[in-house]
């Protein structure tokens, strides 16, 4: 199957610095890029749809000031968590879609553990 | 309503038996996708198994089924022949719409252990 990358795969942070995540995809170009939030314990909760070379949709709730979406590439999303809080401490994961071989299904990244300290 | 709703948050499964996983979902739209997802305690989300709304069989990969009820809108994960390394939390998911709308809602997933 196809191979999603994320970077870093853990991150310790001071409240109010920001914190930029990537996620790539290796082996397949990925016009359309996902980017999900996990608390301990629970499900995966969509936060934003990204498009190459277009503004990043966001799902209800999700401040896009501060949850900063590029995806300048077809390779290559980036999520920058601006003016971290402890609350924003949580497992974030992106996913990539393959729009080349159906059930165009999206394949994961190893995810991105963010530590508010 | 919940889109899609597990309802086992638990699971203790002896290893080689048999193992089903619940999964009912809602939706009025009648082109939609169901997806099992297995996320090990690494995180990566791990693809098993997919069944289209117009799919006339149930979907089956290696050991793995999805037991598909349209009628009863439910979408049951089967594993047969457990084996440990099943252990792992695992999530149902629903894609609605047809192409373009690749959006995934996900189930609060349910925590199997496997017994040796």
């Known amino acids: 199957g196809a191979v999603v990358s994320q970077h870093p795969s853990w991150v310790i942070c001071k409240s109010g610095t920001s914190v930029k995540i990537e996620c790539r995809s290796l082996?397949?170009?990925?016009?359309?890029m996902f980017w999900y939030r996990q608390f301990p314990k629970q499900s995966l909760m969509l936060m934003a749809t990204?498009?190459?070379?277009?503004?990043?949709?966001?799902e209800q709730g999700v401040e896009k000031d501060k949850f900063l979406i590029n995806h300048a590439s077809l390779t290559l999303s980036t999520l920058t968590v601006t003016s971290a809080h402890p609350e924003d401490s949580s497992f974030y994961i992106c996913?990539?879609?393959?729009?080349?071989?159906?059930?165009?299904?999206?394949?994961f990244g190893p995810g991105t553990r963010l530590t508010v300290t | 309503a919940q889109k899609i709703t597990q309802t086992q948050p638990g699971m203790f499964v002896q290893e080689k038996e048999a193992v089903t996983l619940d999964c009912t979902y809602d939706?009025?739209?009648?082109?939609?996708?169901l997806f099992w997802y297995k996320q090990p305690s690494s995180g990566e989300m791990i693809f098993l198994i997919y069944?289209?709304?117009?799919?006339?069989q149930n979907a089956t990969e290696g050991r793995y089924s999805l037991n598909f009820q349209k009628a009863r809108k439910s979408a049951n994960l089967v594993i047969s022949a457990s084996q440990l390394g099943d252990s792992a939390m695992y999530f149902c998911?629903?894609?609605?719409?047809?192409?373009?709308?690749?959006?995934?809602?996900f189930g609060t997933g349910t925590r199997l252990t496997i017994i040796p």
């Open positions: 069944q289209g709304s117009y799919d006339q």
């Open positions: 990204s498009n190459e070379g277009s503004k990043a949709t966001y």
């Open positions: 996913s990539a879609l393959d729009w080349g071989l159906e059930p165009y299904e999206q394949y």
């Open positions: 082996d397949f170009q990925a016009t359309t």
């Open positions: 939706t009025s739209d009648p082109s939609y996708g």
């Open positions: 998911a629903m894609r609605e719409g047809g192409f373009g709308n690749e959006k995934l809602t």
